[in-house]
């Protein structure tokens, strides 16, 4: 089945600044989609994006189909985008089942 | 988007008991899914919850452990069934809105601890 890598494992930014988490999946997929588990455990729904570049407010993503990965961007980052981001990859073939990454887990200090 | 609620949000259980797990939607929905997350883990689906049918499991979860009904397109329910501390995890329900392609939501979870 589909391998869906995330990097960094673990990041800790200061309060404003911008990161980058990447998403690298083994095969051609129907849908991407990026995650943010806060402490409380709900996974909020970041980005639908199989392919492209989307953008909402301080957040966006793109996704290079061809090259097989993904990028979420956050700018101005804030205390409450502390939590886990994980991306999730789905190839319909054989089934329907959606491939979680291990996720990133982002501490920001104030 | 849908709105999607789970009960319990959280229970402590005893080792060799069972828990129900119960996971509503606001619209009807084709496809659900049940998953389960282990403390500092990402998440592994355990099954898809077929609507009048058995549902169907991923490699490693049964159905004598993890019992699944769906007998509507907006319910579902998850067992787990002798219970042991291995199973304390958090057991999310998702579902795929029709017509959105395949982007999924999730419920807000159960987070279950087996003492």
């Known amino acids: 089945g589909i391998q869906v890598e995330q990097s960094p494992p673990d990041l800790i930014l200061q309060e404003g600044a911008n990161s980058t988490l990447r998403c690298n999946f083994s095969?051609?997929?129907?849908?991407l989609q990026w995650f943010h588990q806060n402490p409380w455990g709900q996974l909020i729904n970041l980005f639908y994006i199989p392919s492209g570049t989307k953008q909402n407010g301080r957040l966006s993503a793109t996704t290079v189909a061809t090259e097989r990965y993904s990028l979420l961007y956050i700018s101005s980052s804030q205390t409450t985008d502390s939590g886990v981001y994980f991306c999730?990859?789905?190839?319909?073939?054989?089934?329907?089942?959606?491939?979680f990454g291990a996720g990133t887990r982002l501490f920001v200090k104030a | 988007s849908a709105v999607i609620s789970q009960k319990p949000s959280r229970d402590i259980c005893q080792r060799g008991t069972s828990l129900t797990i119960q996971c509503q939607v606001d619209s009807q929905v084709t496809m659900m899914f049940w998953y389960r997350q282990q403390p500092g883990q990402s998440l592994t689906l355990i099954a898809t919850a077929n609507q009048g049918s058995e549902a169907t499991y991923e490699s490693g979860f049964v159905i004598d452990k993890f019992p699944i009904s769906r007998p509507n397109l907006t319910f579902s329910t998850l067992t787990v069934s002798n219970m042991s501390p291995e199973d304390s995890s958090i057991y999310l329900c998702?579902?795929?809105?029709?017509?959105?392609?395949?982007?999924?939501?999730f419920g807000p979870g159960t987070r279950l601890t087996v003492t």
């Open positions: 095969d051609s997929v129907n849908n």
């Open positions: 999730a990859a789905l190839r319909v073939g054989g089934g329907f089942k959606t491939i």
């Open positions: 998702s579902v795929e809105l029709n017509g959105k392609g395949y982007e999924q939501y």
